[in-house]
């Protein structure tokens, strides 16, 4: 049923009027009806007031009914008030002149009790999910409707003789006393279950929950105890009583209403809400949670979404959840979309008490949390391929130094010991001519070889840019240059991250290198300045431009590798214009 | 002579021994790192020290401090500085406020046993020794940015980086098949046109040119 009236009136506000068209009439037709008992009743005599105040009664269910169906349309409560208020009508028809109204009334008198611990124990949502709740309404409306029938069936001097098929006060007495005894225990399981709930509410709710509970249960003993304390025992007008007891009646709606409204209890009448934003609002991230949660009345809802090729569920920033185990103050109801999982609610089963509503609400906004899964799932894999790109540059210049110190330390080494070895041969006195000049070339060779290797050495990794750092090599490099090169240094040593200062020194010797070799440059000026966190370098020839960074040059891996540590990378090469390469890099990738 | 060794890998300190024993140097110590080499200066108090500028444990110029610090201290102790690679910068910063008794070779050049031995000497005895490299380096730099180097022939110009090696006129005469007279020739040309001041003191003509190089 909820369903049917939580989706319809999701989809716009066509609905939404027709509901309030839909109240409008039931409360014309409530007014109709009370108008209509005011006309059968026995008006003047002793209890003239019980006659008026009965449909009078009926009118205040009926207006609670209606603002609670009206600012809840999907929480029962309203549509329960109401009913009792039908009972309640009924039950005034007792005092009908209409005979057949009378008996009608003689048969439903005592229907309002049971009503009245159905609201009790749906309370708050309209439903009555538990099984011994269940159960105890049930026999709530047993007790109030079958075992009522042998106070009028075996009564002929009762208030409706025409219903009476046998003279048997005998029958008439103990059908009451069963009557009473059925009714006390049913007062007595629904004082413990509404305790037991009251122990299971949180803080906030309890004050509410407290005095309604009491309220509720206080009513129903009065109503159903007031003839024999107050007429038998206290020896008060039976009209008296009778005023008191439709005072208390009319006291429950507005006690239910109060709390549902006044409650903070789930307010998921405001899922057609809900459906507005969604049609209006881009959903930007966390949005849709927040809304969920507004709309729910639960502020610690939180949706996760479903990633299948990695099998979890993530928050909205693509970080895995740790799957909560459903416990007393957990619960999480999984949205489907098109037959495959999207996300996860997880809420405080305290504050809403049905997973349908939960779910009701997820199926709505589905289409924007696949959206939102989409986007998570993005995120998610992006943030690992950027620590998977992150640890690979690192990775890579790490082995880089480790290659050119193996390099220098082992094959260098052992090159320039062997030169010195070939050295001390040549000169050796023992060694004859040829053998000297032998080994004077050999030691040549070897030293040319130990040259090339230290160059090698050096292009792997720059001995300046290890011992001091990046200002140090940039400037070895210049001196280096055969075209006029200025350097402009604004930075300390080992103020960016090694992986930075290297990325920034391979492009400045990658930039010069271009100049020289592909551009024919005649002049270059590097500049290397540090502007707050940002390391920024700046290369600019006069050659003949036309550069791109997909030309095959080592500038496309390094590109690769600032655009990895999170910088930017510039070429301006118009053919004949020289050729800019400007890159800017945070300091603490 | 007595050196002290400032090197960290086992296999150079043991050729750097022998290459030094068989100069008739005396090796009185040999230190892995530089706070070890410091501590060896200090106890020994040698006339040379042959260190590597890096080591342990930072891998870095450790050695290029300590061999400054031992200048600063102990004037006396002349220093010759080794690695892998060479630069304007370090060759600058040995070079301020240095009045000689300092050398910066690549190691490399241990290879090479009579130069460095000779290379060697000349430090202990007050000279000033740069690597060809970064010789070359200085001179190629200077050409682009210092017109009065421009303006020096190219005969002139390897003649200023012989000089700059720390050379003597014989050597540089015998390196480029010249006369010692022309050598003579080129060096007052290239004093002229550089504005140096004539002295006497081969060291410190020597020092003259190379701080003219390296600051151009």
Redesign the interface.
Known sequence: MIKEREQPAAMGSNLARSLHRSLLAILCAGGLLAAFQLSVVRLGGAAAALPVLFPLIFLVYLGAGLIAWYRRPSNRMGVLILLAGIMLFLGGMGNSVVPVLEGVGTVTATLILAATIHLLLAFPSGRVRERTSAVVVGAAYFTTFALQSPIYLFNPSGPDPSLSVADAPMLAQVGGVVQGIAGGAVMVATAVLLVRRLMRADRTHRRVLIPLFSYGIAAVLFIAFSGNLFVRALHMPAALAGVLELVAVGGIPIAFVLGILLGSFARTGQIEELGTWLGVAGGERGALTAALSRTLGDPSLEVSFWVPRRRVFVDADGIPVVSTTPGQNRATVEIDYQGSAVAAISYNPALIDEPDTVRSAGRIVAIALERERLTADLRASRRALQHSRERLVDAADQERRRVAQDLHDGLQMQLVLLAVEAQQLANAPETGDLASERATRLHKGIDSAASELRQLVHAVMPAALVERGLSAAAEDLADRMPIPTTLDLDVEDGACSPVVESTAYFVIAESLTNAVKYAQATAVSVKVLRINSVLRVEVNDNGTGGATVNDGSGLRGLADRVDVLGGTMELTSEPGQGTQIVVEVPCAS | MRVVIGED?V??QR?LQ??LE?GGFEVVAIAGDATGLEEAVEKHQPELVVTD??MPPT???EGLVAALRIRRQHPQIAVMVL???V???YARELLTDQTGSIGYL???R?????RFLEDLRRVADGGTVLDPDVIA?LV??AK??DDAIGSLTPRQQEVLALMAEGQSNAKIAAELFVTEKAVVQHTSRIYDALDLPLDSDAHRRVLAVIRYLTDA
């Open positions: 890998e296999l150079l050729g022998l290459v068989q500028i890096r891998h870095t110029d690695s892998q690679h630069q304007r910068r690549l190691k490399q241990i290879a090479d046993i009579d380096v190629a730099r682009l940015s």
